[in-house]
DNA sequence: TTATATTGTCTCATTATGGAACAATAATAA
DNA sequence: TTATTATTGTTCCATAATGAGACAATATAA
């Protein structure tokens, strides 16, 4: 993190990055039945972004995605989807970076390399919300779970990031329902209940879906191991817990 | 295409362009019920290529798409899908390229910005076999429609490029069979019959479909209009003809 | 005129899906 | 202790979709 700080910093042009090429992640958590992502805030400034970063000279690309991706939530061997590039002119907007910079007491001159046009490649991840440990870069002040319905206005076109990832996501979702399923483990407990699993589609599908469909297709799919152990709390029937088969 | 001839030759710092970005294309049409896609050749040094392009300083990142869309096809409107972006260092390989450029009597310095690394956005297009005018970009000699299970080897990872480009057409097709079918208009001719559609379906997914099962479902789309006119040239009953429905 | 290949449609068994019912039961209220 | 309640796992059935094939129709070739 220390070698992080100073790429903002003390490089004014850049070095060792792919100039004018960046990522934006749209990192998903699902904590309480609602639907996050990961927003870097910038105190005094009103701004809000999407994490990101930059790809070395002599790194892959999605190496890049998935060591910024531990920089920013601490996580290793995350489901990492990169999903769209973005490249309109109207991204190349020196007003907001130059106002989050000014307000860390910078002074970019017009060239500053962060001031330049920057075609972005967007990766969607899918993170265990409970082990995550939420970093701010060196440019932001605070790294935030939002709800996903809670967002406020973003940087840039990073509100379209957003729509797109979250359409990606779910289109593949439908794709995957035949496929195996494990996507979904880091978003849930070790052990959860098929509720919990249904609850879990329809806050990314954004629609309720059938009781008794659900269950006769998870099951069907051979992907769930059922326990013996129950879930108990409710004022009502215990449900069973289910894990993902591994290997398969 | 006389300023285009420039910007390989004259200018080897690549000025107007974006550094590092690239463009390739995997352009699909449809002949004798075989997919074909457009390939690059190099004379006189078994080289062959995607067409590719480069992004301009003042344009976005899909309208240089479509301008090198039509550069190499002579078209416009074309059902045009970004659908990958490839960064890995693999891809840096100096050899290809400059051997390219030594055939056709130039003498690049190792630091010539094509030489540079690059990461290529990916695109896929269905365009019309009949009405293409195929045209070879300034450092290749020929632009030919090659057939998909014919293809030589590829500079650089781009067979690897096609086979994406070919499974995320496949994915798209299944999702789109419920919606607006227009994406084949430019793959047939203005009218066509229901085998030469499902030929189309076939070759592209790679496997036989049910006769009577792909009928009814194209029927029950109401995406087609059948005409009067009858088709004649076989041994046996005439099949109809049929129409995309616009609008819809 | 007959044969042949292919088409448009239909049939029927099988499978999947929508929608609801039902008994089971863990906690809570009486 | 007993009744109540909410939710679960399962079953049922009507409807829709799909797989696999049968059959008559017919434009050309023999």
Redesign the pocket.
Known sequence: MSGNESRFEQNSEGAGYLPGLAMDFVIFGFDQDQLKILLLEYRNTNLFALPGGFVKENENLNDAARRVLGERTGLADIYLDQFYTFGDLSRYDQEPLRTIMQAKGMDPKDDHWLLRRFVSVGYYALIDFRRAAPTPDPLSDNCVWYTLENLPALMLDHNDIVKKALETLRANLDRKLGGNESWAAPLLAKAF????L?KLYETILGQK?????F???M??LDILE?LEK?????????????QFIIDK
């Open positions: 209940t098929m509720g919990e249904q879906l059938r009781r008794s469909g269950q006769r297709k099951l069907g059922r129950q879930y108990s709390g409710g004022a009502h029937k215990a449900p069973y817990l289910y």
